[in-house]
């Protein structure tokens, strides 16, 4: 079966320094892997994505995530964090279409907490 | 575009009580989704749509239907309300690249059954 695991439900770094949220997978065939970011009070808002090709993906606001599909772990990275990027992320994951399975399958969220 | 758009932001039902989530998109997405967002649970999938006239049930659809008259258009309905409805509601559209679909979100409604 399809899961995703994110192992921190909480993230708290220093502005500045450099951020990770980790996310793990499971799928029976190739994954799409996805990240989302939640601000207080508004809804999902797409990062970036992994479908093939460079397993160094980058997204929006500095944010890039590494494929490591040994590991099968797709975790969210950036150089320097901001006091701004304080959010909830969300990690998702999709089999290949030959997999045949359309639905997302989402991790339950990781709060990160930059400190100025 | 104004995106997924979501009414009301937030509302009060007594139990036993019923109303309509409305959501809309001006994407002319074809693939639409309503969400239930709980404390420490992340997203759970309601019920989704693959084009007019067509749904189908998610995770957790019972106490919810829906409809899809219009390709803009995808209410989630709840008739008979109960305190464990009590959450953040997500409606999203989503676009194919390729063979791979990306999701947008709507800014939420929050619900709570007393």
């Known amino acids: 079966a399809q899961s995703v695991a994110q192992p921190e439900d909480q993230v708290n770094v220093a502005e500045g320094n450099p951020l990770t949220v980790k996310c793990t997978y499971s799928?029976?065939?190739?994954?799409?892997l996805f990240w989302y970011v939640q601000y207080p009070n508004r809804g999902l808002q797409f990062l970036l994505k992994?479908?093939?090709?460079d397993n160094l993906v980058k997204g929006s606001y500095g944010f890039e995530a590494e494929f490591n599909k040994s590991q099968t772990s797709f975790h969210l990275k950036k150089p320097s964090a901001l006091v701004s990027d304080s959010a909830l992320y969300f990690c998702?994951?999709?089999?290949?279409?030959?997999?045949?399975?359309?639905?997302?399958?989402w991790g339950l969220g990781t709060s990160l907490a930059v400190n100025p | 575009n104004a995106g997924v758009t979501q009414t009301p932001k937030f509302r009060i039902l007594k139990i036993g009580q019923s109303m309509t989530l409305q959501c809309a998109q001006d994407m002319n997405h074809n693939y639409m989704y309503w969400y239930r967002q709980d404390p420490g649970m992340g997203l759970k999938l309601i019920y989704y749509s693959v084009g007019a006239g067509i749904t189908d049930k998610g995770e957790v659809p019972n106490g919810y239907n829906v409809s899809r008259s219009t390709t803009e258009d995808f209410p989630l309905r709840l008739e008979l309300a109960a305190p464990s409805q009590t959450s953040v509601y997500f409606c999203?559209?989503?676009?194919?690249?390729?063979?791979?679909?990306?999701?947008?979100f709507g800014p939420g409604t929050r619900l709570l059954v007393l």
């Open positions: 992994y479908i093939t090709g």
């Open positions: 999203a559209s989503s676009y194919y690249e390729g063979a791979v679909e990306t999701q947008y």
């Open positions: 799928v029976s065939g190739n994954p799409y």
């Open positions: 998702a994951v999709r089999e290949s279409p030959a997999g045949n399975n359309r639905k997302l399958i």
